[in-house]
């Protein structure tokens, strides 16, 4: 079955993905084809829609066979879905065109449906506290994957989806372009038309990647994962933080704002015992406060308190409520605004990682007819 993925995989490599293009680049497609331009805004709608060029009867047989010659067509397959019966939130396990998983989680709230998606296949970060990075990273998503993540779960649901958040499976700055290049075709109005303001992208702290985000002209909300007030705390836990310390990150941080206007917001996982101590929070607040502020202005702070997520290979444990009430007070005594996250499907593990984790682990033969999410082979 793996071999016969690959090969799969390696056909439709030669092909350009056809959900990675943007309506200009199938215009010019179209005209270099010999037929109209404007076949190419009456594809692109119907691709964000989830339905093939094989399945869109205006088209023709003609364009239908080209288009099949020149791209690969295919959404992310629903391999595993759970619905929590507390509050809705549904979690998606989804195969790719080779074989490999990743996951989707989409949470309702009275705004909208919001999606947190994932950005690669595996993750190299190697945060101690992350399921989504044991393994490692075995490949990048491709922008139209990024998408097909969003059409699929939209698709399947029957629900429109208006939110999003790339905090699931992998570092999206560590996938820069295939992001970009998803942003602006996620946003586009003849598709999905989800604005920019209705996004949100959680890095762990990649400098160059911020500063090139920076630059794009994107007015989505950025996130960062600081989890630690210190290096020797954050180092322990995020390796990424011995090559960008706390200091040199929120630099970038206040030349980000600076630049662009844009709050940022902040994660801090709590962990019992490692980092959500009271003496922690002041820490945090006062390098908070003495890197992104000044006496007559800086940028706003806010700080999303989320009790670690209990994956059995990290060992650590969720702060106690009296240890998480005692943090969020810690800080906003100290003007730094914070919030807890409420934590949506509990009843079906909902945060990214440990469905795949699951599926990798089975390495059961799979059934006449069904895929398989094949066993990860990482960098």
């Known amino acids: 079955m793996t071999e016969l993925l690959e090969g799969n995989s390696m056909e439709q490599n030669e092909k350009k993905e056809l959900l990675s293009q943007t309506v200009e680049e199938l215009e010019e497609w179209f005209l270099s084809a010999g037929e109209a331009k404007y076949r190419a805004k009456q594809l692109f709608p119907q691709l964000h829609k989830g339905l093939s060029p094989q399945q869109m009867s205006n088209?023709?047989?003609?364009?239908?066979?080209?288009?099949?010659?020149?791209?690969?067509?295919?959404?992310?397959?629903?391999?595993?879905?759970?619905?929590?019966?507390?509050?809705?939130?549904?979690?998606?396990?989804?195969?790719?065109?080779?074989?490999?998983?990743?996951?989707?989680?989409?949470?309702?709230?009275?705004?909208?449906?919001?999606?947190?998606?994932?950005?690669?296949?595996?993750?190299?970060?190697?945060?101690?506290?992350?399921?989504?990075?044991?393994?490692?990273?075995?490949?990048?998503?491709?922008?139209?994957?990024?998408?097909?993540?969003?059409?699929?779960?939209?698709?399947?649901?029957?629900?429109?989806?208006?939110?999003?958040?790339?905090?699931?499976?992998?570092?999206?700055?560590?996938?820069?372009?295939?992001?970009?290049?998803?942003?602006?075709?996620?946003?586009?109005?003849?598709?999905?038309?989800?604005?920019?303001?209705?996004?949100?992208?959680?890095?762990?702290?990649?400098?160059?990647?911020?500063?090139?985000?920076?630059?794009?002209?994107?007015?989505?909300?950025l996130s960062i994962s600081l989890h630690a007030p210190d290096d020797e705390t954050r180092s322990a836990i995020m390796p990424i933080n011995k090559k960008y310390g706390v200091s040199a990150l929120l630099g970038a941080c206040k030349e980000y704002f600076a630049h662009t206007g844009r709050k940022i917001s902040f994660e801090y996982t709590l962990i019992a015992g490692k980092n959500d101590s009271v003496e922690n929070a002041r820490k945090l607040a006062d390098v908070l406060n003495s890197h992104l502020r000044t006496r007559t202005e800086g940028m706003p702070i806010h700080v999303n308190l989320i009790p670690v997520n209990e994956v059995s290979e990290t060992g650590f444990r969720r702060s106690g409520r009296e240890a998480v009430a005692a943090f969020q007070r810690a800080l906003e005594s100290k003007g730094i605004r914070a919030t807890v996250r409420r934590k949506l499907g509990s009843d079906i593990n909902a945060s990214c990682g440990q469905l795949r984790r699951a599926a990798m682990k089975e390495k059961q033969t799979p059934k006449q007819g069904e895929n398989q999410c094949i066993t990860d082979t990482a960098e």
Not at 66 to 71: D, E, P, Q, R
Not at 184 to 207: F, P
Request: net charge negative.
């Open 59 to 221: 088209l023709g047989k003609r364009v239908q066979e080209k288009l099949a010659a020149s791209f690969s067509w295919h959404l992310p397959v629903v391999e595993q879905k759970l619905v929590s019966a507390i509050d809705g939130t549904v979690k998606y396990l989804f195969g790719l065109a080779d074989g490999h998983c990743v996951e989707s989680v989409v949470m309702k709230y009275e705004h909208g449906n919001t999606i947190c998606i994932s950005s690669q296949v595996g993750c190299r970060m190697g945060c101690k506290f992350c399921a989504s990075t044991i393994g490692g990273r075995v490949r990048d998503l491709s922008a139209g994957e990024l998408l097909g993540q969003v059409i699929a779960a939209q698709k399947d649901m029957g629900e429109r989806i208006s939110n999003i958040v790339m905090m699931g499976i992998g570092e999206p700055l560590d996938n820069y372009d295939n992001v970009i290049r998803f942003l602006r075709l996620v946003n586009c109005e003849e598709g999905l038309n989800i604005g920019y303001r209705h996004i949100s992208l959680s890095t762990c702290g990649l400098i160059e990647g911020i500063r090139r985000l920076q630059e794009e002209d994107l007015p989505i909300t």
